[in-house]
């Protein structure tokens, strides 16, 4: 039996020219599209108008990318220079190139998003969607708590295919480990067996969305403002805040701190979990009256 896996799966799916269609946009794109139909089927259970899933599909894709990448740029991209450099009298060792120079930010072509940032960028997405789209049906008793409810169980399906597209890149993986599925990245330089941690944090996708899914359709948790949000929060960002230990550090400044920048993302998500399932279970449930569709009553 082998002891190790050797990992040499090429990123790109289809060659042409210099480049071609990498499996990791590729798994993106198909996360999102699956979000979406979930979504659908959610909004259509509750008798929403018909336009509502087209409206989320295309201002939180929006939102996901944008904050992905903006994510990635302000909270990763710190690097140390030979000399230091002041600012307002005060000594600083390390300097984010995309601060300097913001218009970098649209290379996006070069790589770079981070989930935590692209968590962020839904919140507002939904957060603005309800303001200034949904809030025109008040029957609903819609709130961006609400949309994100129902989001986040499709989010658990892009974040599992997101993670796979990681592992077809060969990056964001841990330390050495003589575990018998320990992964030799090729492509990566990688010589010894190493954690498939885009792997494990599939898992975790995969293990939120068979929680939250039957959650919505088989108990009041949708009438429970926040609470399907608060279990997708606890189970990704807690499980995520744990495996980080076991992972290499993205950028050189983590090296030898207590905590990297992934663990203190996550912190303040996890403390928002705790929170969000507390207010669920304190408040009453919503007087909102399931208004589910004859087509779907034996679905």
Known sequence: MFNFITWDVDPILIHFGDGGIRWYGLLWAIGIYICWVISERMYKRENCPAEWSDQLFFWITIGAIVGARLGHCLFYEWHQYGNPWYLFGMEFTYRNPYIEHPLWMLKIWEGGLASHGGTLGIIAAAALL?????????QFGTTWLWILDRLCVGVCVTGFLIRLGNLFNSEIYGGPTDLPWGFIFVRDGQTVPCHPTQIYEMM?????????WPMYWKTDARRREGLLLGVFFLIIFGVRFLLEFIKNDQEAFEAGHLLNMG??????FIVLAIYLIIRAYRRPLSPVVDKRPKSLEKS
């Open 204 to 212: 975790y996708c995969l293990a939120a969305f068979c929680i939250t």
């Open 263 to 268: 663990q203190l993302l996550s912190l303040p």
């Open 130 to 138: 309800n303001k200034y789209k949904f809030s025109r049906y008040p």
